[in-house]
């Protein structure tokens, strides 16, 4: 019996050595997560993006690649002693983020709940359909992607495909999503939306401002949800739903700029988050304005 | 060992003045309280520049003065049911106290007016509004009341109250809601 350990000769030693090297080279240079590529690859594959999109939807498509702007992060805030639930955000939120019309994906809910029983999401209905809003003795609470600083979402992702960017916008790499959906499981407000089909943006509708993290086309099987309209916000614009409601419920800006519409309301309104006892520590805020 | 004592107590005594400084600074309600001074009774509005759409008026109806001349058409000041025009005003604004000429200027039609006399423009309306309804006022001038177009850091659209609320019955009109969501396939099965 030999006893002593095989040693390594010199052919096996150059074989792992090769190996080695060849697994080293085809990661490096193989697909790369959006957040991972170096500005020109990202610019170059933007470039791609917009060739196609173009192609296939026989528009001129811009696709952005904005950057999160320095000494911001995004907060909003939802006066619930406003929104009287007509849904004018929810369908302002599809057209600009070209979400798919058949089958229907929205990213804003609305829902109608009781005065008698406060926000309370076992008396919540989605699917109210009034001649007139609102109702007596009704409330509506609309939830979207709330944006938490503690955000269950990207921890559970296992490809790495969510990320929180600086800016404080939770945001989805469409090509590394590989449609496990435990990121639906983990997020407790049912903010995000799952392609089960190609998704049916008919052309004539398509939004062409365009940004890489947002709302370009998806294909079939990603996960996607809001993003506070990335590619108007970080352009400096407002969200497309805070523009569209007609009551003014919707406010949006820096949490770190102290003069600014959202600071204001943390400091002087009575203001909540949703589910606060599950320690997500969202960044959209709900409050009452009266 | 002494010297690791000594470093940090040494940089805490360093910056003890600056330290105390800061937080002598911060309560400004203290300062307030102290300061003698009597503030005015009445301060003076800071000027408000608004981006607004004109107001909201309707067909025909301005300039006032197209009609309102003294001589055609003499103020009458008495309050009363008004029958020749404007009769399609309803006015549900606390119309028991008030009437037209509680907001309408009687010596310049193109004009409102505060309870003061001072006169102001239609395209200042707001002011009108802000005298009874002050907090809404101050929450609007901040961007919480009210709709807003444009930059969230930089130049944006407000809108008048007037462009929301009809100045004569300010109640938020109903509206009809956009389409509710499809539920989805399991549940539109079993139901």
């Known amino acids: ?290 | 060992m002494g010297k690791h004592v000594l470093g940090p107590i040494g940089l805490i005594v360093a910056l003890a003045p600056w330290l105390s400084g800061c937080v002598r600074d911060t309560p400004p309600a203290a300062v307030g309280l102290v300061a003698s001074a009597p503030a005015p009774a009445v301060r003076p509005e800071a000027p408000l520049r608004v981006e607004a759409p004109p107001p909201p008026f309707s067909d025909g109806v301005f300039p006032c003065t197209e009609c309102h001349v003294e001589k055609d058409l003499p103020t009458n000041k008495t309050r009363r049911q008004l029958v020749d025009a404007h009769d399609d005003i309803v006015l549900k604004h606390d119309e028991e106290h008030r009437w037209c000429l509680d907001c309408h200027d009687a010596g310049n039609r193109d004009r409102l007016h505060l309870a003061s006399g001072e006169p102001v423009a239609f395209e200042e309306s707001y002011r009108v509004c802000g005298q009874c309804h002050g907090e809404k006022y101050r929450d609007w001038r901040v961007g919480v009341h009210g709709r807003r177009i444009g930059q969230w850091n930089g130049a944006k659209e407000y809108l008048l109250c007037v462009h929301c609320h009809s100045p004569h019955q300010p109640r938020f009109k109903s509206l009809a809601p956009e389409p509710a969501p499809l539920p989805p396939r399991m549940r539109a099965a079993h139901e």
């Open chain 1, 1 to 290: 019996m030999d006893d002593k350990p095989a040693s390594v000769t010199r052919r096996k030693f150059a074989t792992c050595a090769a190996a080695a090297a060849a697994g080293w080279v085809l990661t490096a240079c193989g697909p790369r997560r959006l957040h991972d590529v170096s500005t020109d690859r990202l610019r170059q594959l933007i470039g791609e993006m917009e060739r196609e999109y173009t192609a296939k939807y026989g528009t001129q498509v811009t696709v952005s690649d904005a950057g999160p702007m320095p000494g911001v992060v995004f907060g909003y805030a939802l006066d619930i002693s406003r929104c009287i639930g007509c849904r004018r955000c929810v369908y302002a939120c599809t057209e600009e983020n070209n979400q798919s019309r058949d089958p229907q994906v929205h990213w804003i809910r609305v829902l109608q709940m009781d005065k008698e029983h406060g926000v309370d999401f076992s008396h919540a209905d989605a699917y109210y359909d009034s001649d007139q809003v609102p109702q007596e003795n009704h409330f509506y609470v609309p939830v979207q992607c709330q944006q938490c600083q503690n955000a269950p979402c990207t921890k559970v992702c296992p490809t790495g495909a969510t990320w929180t960017e600086k800016d404080g916008i939770v945001v989805i790499d469409y090509d590394w999503c590989i449609g496990c959906r435990c990121c639906m499981a983990a997020c407790p407000y049912g903010a995000r939306h799952f392609n089960w089909t190609t998704p049916g943006l008919p052309k004539a509708e398509l939004n062409p401002s365009m940004h890489y993290l947002g709302n370009r086309p998806r294909p079939r099987g990603v996960v996607e949800k809001c993003t506070f309209c990335i590619q108007r916000v970080r352009a400096g614009r407002y969200p497309a739903c805070v523009e569209v409601c007609p009551v003014g419920a919707r406010k949006f800006g820096n949490l770190l700029d102290p003069d600014s519409e959202i600071r204001y309301i943390i400091e002087h309104k009575r203001v909540m988050v949703l589910k606060e006892e599950l320690n997500t520590m969202p960044k959209f805020f709900y409050f009452y304005g009266t």
